[in-house]
């Protein structure tokens, strides 16, 4: 089955701090790549989405992953975080020919202003 | 306003009651899904939808069950045979059933007690 594997659950940092949060997937065909996050008290949305094309793909708010096939990663960065950045955001992965989303088991990144 | 409503927020039950949630949304996508979102593991697929009238089991299926008899709602009822009920329970739903972008409603805690 098809798995996805975020490290270091629980991130800490300052304001102006950059920020990084690997995804690894277990699947060596095509794969659709996603970050999603989730504010408190608000929905889970998308961040940005990894399809075909350019590896490294721009989101929302400054954030960008790129995706390295050869090391089955879609690692989310950000170079300078802010407060509002406090969230847990989560990796999805779906295979080809596969109708679900794998998500991993998310980040919690908290900013210390 | 287009998107996902999940009702209510917050629900409470006695140990072996059955309990439904609901989800309707108006973006007309065809594909419906259900997650369950415990602390540290994640969302977990419980069921999916991918048209009216038909739907599979997820990786976290059983003590679950669910309809879809109107393109818009898929409701899901958490039963007593479900072990650990208690949870946050999102519902998403994407264009096509090969899964685009997915959204998410604003999700539904129930608590078992």
């Known amino acids: 089955a098809q798995s996805v594997s975020q490290h270091n659950h629980h991130v800490i940092l300052s304001e102006a701090a950059s920020l990084e949060l690997g995804c690894n997937y277990s699947?060596?065909?095509?794969?659709?790549l996603f970050w999603y996050v989730q504010y408190p008290g608000q929905h889970l949305q998308l961040l940005l989405k990894y399809f075909s094309g350019d590896p490294l793909v721009k989101g929302i708010k400054g954030f960008e992953a790129e995706f390295i096939k050869s090391k089955f990663s879609f690692n989310l960065r950000k170079p300078s975080v802010q407060w509002s950045d406090t969230a847990e955001y989560f990796c999805?992965?779906?295979?080809?020919?596969?109708?679900?989303?794998?998500f991993g088991k998310g980040n919690q990144v908290v900013v210390i202003p | 306003d287009g998107g996902i409503t999940q009702s209510p927020k917050y629900l409470f039950r006695k140990e072996g009651q059955n309990v439904t949630l609901s989800c309707e949304q108006n973006?007309?996508?065809?594909?419906m899904y259900w997650y369950r979102q415990d602390p540290g593991q994640g969302l977990r697929l419980i069921y999916y939808?991918?048209?009216?009238?038909?739907?599979q089991k997820g990786d976290i299926a059983e003590g679950y069950s669910v309809s879809r008899e109107k393109k818009e709602s898929f409701p899901l009822t958490v039963t007593s045979a479900q072990k650990n009920p208690t949870a946050f329970y999102l519902c998403?739903?994407?264009?096509?059933?090969?899964?685009?972008?997915?959204?998410f409603g604003p999700g539904t805690r129930l608590t078992v007690l």
């Open positions: 999805a992965v779906k295979t080809y020919g596969n109708n679900r989303l794998a």
């Open positions: 973006l007309n996508h065809d594909a």
């Open positions: 998403a739903s994407s264009r096509t059933q090969d899964v685009n972008e997915q959204f």
């Open positions: 699947y060596g065909g095509t794969v659709n």
């Open positions: 939808s991918q048209i009216v009238n038909d739907f």
